[in-house]
Nanobody, 123 residues
């Protein structure tokens, strides 16, 4: 498995931006599709975005489409989530996940997870 460490979360106001980072180690990063999920209090962990091994394929949850952008730098073993126009409903713990080879939007398809980073958006 690949080891993942998220960072970049924080407390912001509605309309602000944040950039999340996911640093990977332990395996060949470019062999893994990457994804971001989030979990709000009392809710299930939900898909946010995913990116293919080369970055050529991306997909987003409808709730973040047009506001969030996923990217990766295979030379730096890092994935990113740029979050713009944040809303209070984006408040959650954000998790980075890795899956060998192919992308997926299904939580159960990912077997490597980070510890999460808290994002709180005040109104």
């Amino acid at each position: 498995q690949v080891q993942l460490v998220e960072s970049g979360g924080g407390l912001v106001q509605a309309g602000d931006s944040l950039r999340l980072f996911c640093a990977a180690s332990g395996r060949t990063f470019s062999n893994y599709a990457m994804a971001w999920f989030r979990q709000a209090p009392g809710k299930e962990r939900e898909f946010v975005s995913t990116i293919s091994r080369t970055g050529g394929i991306t997909s987003y949850a409808d709730s973040v489409k047009g506001r969030f952008t996923i990217s990766r730098d295979n030379a730096k073993n890092t994935a990113y989530l740029q979050m713009n126009s944040l809303k209070p409903e984006d408040t959650a713990v954000y998790y980075c996940a890795a899956r060998f080879w192919s992308v997926s939007q299904k939580r159960d398809d990912y077997n490597s997870w980070g510890q999460g980073t808290q994002v709180t958006v005040s109104s």
